[in-house]
Every structure is written in C-alpha cells, then in structure tokens.
C-alpha cells in the first residue's frame, strides 16, 4: 500500500495506528490504547460503535445474504424514509459513497439539461470525482482574484478540458457569485454547493447567499445541487430543513448507511426522470455492483430510525456544551482560536482572524498548522479529531464524555505550550 494505508486521510507519521474495535463513542487500538472518537469515522458514524438496532438489523440481513443481483425491498424502506424526511426529494438511486453520490448528481443535472458546466464553490470539498474536486486546495499561488476565482486542478493529470466546463464562485459573496453564475447563462448545467462545507472552514452559507443560488439557477434553468453527504446529521430534515433551501438534487452518505458504504442522489421526479429505464434507454444508465445492497439499506434503516426530533436536539445540546466549555479552555491557555459549526459538527481553529469563506480560512495558515499538531497532540493524549480540526459528535456521548474531550484539549494545548 502507497504510504502503508489506504486513505490519505488517515495516514499517520511515523506510522500508522491500527485499530482493533469501537464501542459507544470509543475505540480501541493494537496495543490497547482507548480513545475518544471525537470525528466518528469522518462525520459517518453518528451513533458511534455498537448501536444495538444497527447491530440486529445487521446480524438480521447478514443471516440472509449481503448483496443479491436483484431488487430488494430493504432499498423501499429506506427510500420512504428519506423521501419522507426530505420533501424536495421524490425519487432516489443509490451509490456507494458520497463521491459517487456526487458524480451522479453532477451527471444528472447535465443529462437533464443538455449543458455541459457545473458551478462550485472555491474550497468546498464534494468527493474525488475531476469536477467536484476542482479548486478545493486553491492557494494564493493559483487561485486567481478573488471575484473571479480560477478553476484549479487538485490531482495532478486534471484535464484542462475538466478544468475549463466548471466555473468557480466564492462562498458567501453573493454579488460575485451572481455575476459569474449569469455569464455562464445557458451552458449552466447546474450549481453544487454545501451549505457548511468542511473544507472551507466549516462556515455556514448566509441566507442571502443561498437565496441567490436558488433564484440564479431557476432563472437560468439549471439544476441547484444540494450536498447533504456531511450535513443531513444537522437535523430530522438535514441542512435543507435547518437552513430552508429547496434543491433539485441532493447527495447523500455516511450516516444514512448506519456504519456501511453508501451513498445517495434523490431529487425533483422530472430531473431523476433522467435515469429511468422504463420506457427504454434512459438518459443516464447507472448500476452498481453493491449500490443499494440490503446491508448498507438495513443498518440505514435502522440508523435514522434511531435519529428523532429529539436525538438531534440532544446533539444541539453536546455540542452548546463543547462551545462554551472550550471556549473557557481556550482563554484559560491563552489561545487565540475559535470554534465553528453547527448541530454536531465542529471545527477548531487556532487564529481570531474573522472566517467568513475558504480565502479566509486558507490566511490563517499558521493556524491551521497548529490545528495539525494539536490533533496529533489530542490523538496521544486520547481524543480523536480531523487533521484539521474537524469534530462530529455522536448519540454514544454523554454530556460527560464531552467533559472529557474539553479536558484533553486543555491537556494538549499545554502540551504544546512546554
């Protein structure tokens, strides 16, 4: 394996930690170390290890068989719930990951509207696929001007041609934004946009913004994208019910799947219409080896079904708590740094500096620098954290355990100060 791992994301210095199991918000290593799990396997487990309805439904489907070359009815179950859920969603098709969830999406809205551009945000992350990728690392060495950010390669080999059929819009600055949207006038396929995407400093979208992209993409009849992969854990209705967006696409993942592989595209029926095969070839042909395996839709049954009205008010609650408490840890070691987030996500940074978009985000590079070795600081003092400060709190945890993560912290930011 390249580096010794599998995902870049994980790979540690000098080498790397193997785990042995979880349980509840903890997991525990080879050599017996326990840690607080305080990123939940990148924001996907938001019941954390072991959750007795997933477990059953689990041992229940795997008694049965894990995938069949056939339909099953467990992808009903989990279509009812989310269309239930998400009422600009009427119908679904199912992936494995949230990249391909992405890809499709972005196919979609090209083969329903014949056009071959796709609009983005500067630094917001959707997935590995070339065009939702475009521009998530930008530095200040290519990025361009600021109300007119450039298309940026991310992986090496990117085609100019990739490059070229996606226009790049600033998060949150609502009148640039508008003006590059309209000079793509009818080669706009469609817009893809977080409303808090993670990469991006994990700043919410303004009302105003994302009124704009709404209204933009109606205007101009293309298709508005909402990625949900990370923020459907923000509320009973996802970030489109928290933030009020009516979307014609919407990506789904990670805690749909219950701990599984999973990914999801639902939407408006006309813009799906695209990968229906009922009346002879459709516009989009789309299958799977595994998509929409009974494992995956079973434990995501039994997920969001183990995910109230009440369950996220709960994770509201945890994580008030964690805002005020490290907000009192970060004064008390005389760290310049903020939290931002929402619902059960957080991110940490180490600079005051106001955070408004990505080019924001990316000025604070000393910071984020810190926020890595802070990490690694709270990984060997036993709390589990992103690279770059990323935090998703679970069901498993308890106002306790909250406790404890702040207390690592204060242990860490220490650590780092000697």
């Not at 193997?18 to 607080?36: F, H, L, T």
């Not at 928290?242 to 919407?250: A, E, H, K, Q, S």
């Not at 595209?265 to 095969?277: I, L």
Request: aromatic share 6%.
């Amino acid at each position: 394996m390249p580096g010794g791992n599998t995902r870049t994301t994980v790979y540690r210095q000098p080498h790397q930690v193997y785990a042995v199991c979880g349980d509840g918000c903890r997991i525990v290593d080879v050599d017996g170390n326990v840690r607080i799990d305080a990123n939940g396997n990148f924001t996907s487990l938001i019941h954390g290890y072991g959750h007795p309805g997933i477990m059953e439904a689990a041992a229940r489907q795997l008694a049965l068989g894990t995938c069949y070359g056939m339909a099953t009815e467990s992808e009903i179950l989990l279509s009812e719930m989310l269309c239930d859920r998400l009422p600009s969603v009427e119908r679904l098709r199912y992936a494995n990951s949230g990249t391909e969830a992405v890809m499709n999406a972005i196919k979609a809205a090209r083969a329903f509207t014949e056009r071959p551009k796709i609009a983005k945000c500067e630094g917001a992350y959707h997935g590995t696929y070339d065009a939702a990728e475009t521009s998530q690392d930008a530095n200040p060495s290519n990025w361009g001007k600021a109300e007119e950010p450039e298309s940026v390669p991310t992986a090496k080999g990117t085609p100019r041609g990739v490059l070229d059929d996606v226009v790049v819009i600033p998060f949150n600055n609502v009148e640039a934004s508008e003006k590059i949207l309209r000079a793509s006038g009818n080669s706009l396929a469609g817009v893809l946009v977080d409303v808090m995407p993670n990469r991006a400093g994990l700043v919410p979208a303004s009302e105003a913004f994302l009124k704009m992209l709404r209204q933009v993409t109606r205007d101009l009849g293309a298709v508005l994208i909402l990625d949900e992969v990370i923020t459907f854990r923000l509320g009973y209705n996802g970030a489109q019910g928290r933030f009020g967006v009516d979307p014609d696409l919407t990506t789904l993942g990670k805690v749909i799947g219950g701990g599984f592989p999973v990914g999801a595209v639902g939407g408006k029926a006309d813009v799906m219409s695209v990968f229906d095969p009922s009346k002879g070839a459709p516009a989009l042909p789309h299958g799977g080896t595994f998509s929409a395996n009974p494992m995956s839709m079973m434990a995501g049954v039994a997920a969001l079904t183990s995910l109230s009205p009440e369950d996220f008010d709960r994770l509201d609650r945890l994580g008030a708590r964690f805002d005020s408490q490290i907000s009192e840890c970060f004064a008390n070691n005389g760290a310049e740094a903020q939290v931002t987030g929402l619902g059960s996500l957080r991110r940490v940074h180490l600079t005051s500096a106001p955070l408004t978009d990505y080019r924001s985000t990316v000025a604070a590079a000393d910071g984020a620098k810190r926020v890595a070795a802070l990490a690694r600081a709270l990984f060997d003092e036993g709390v589990i954290i992103g690279g770059n400060g990323l935090m998703a709190f679970s069901t498993a945890m308890v106002e306790a355990d909250i406790d404890e993560i702040v207390e690592t912290f204060d242990r860490a930011l220490k650590r780092l100060a000697d």
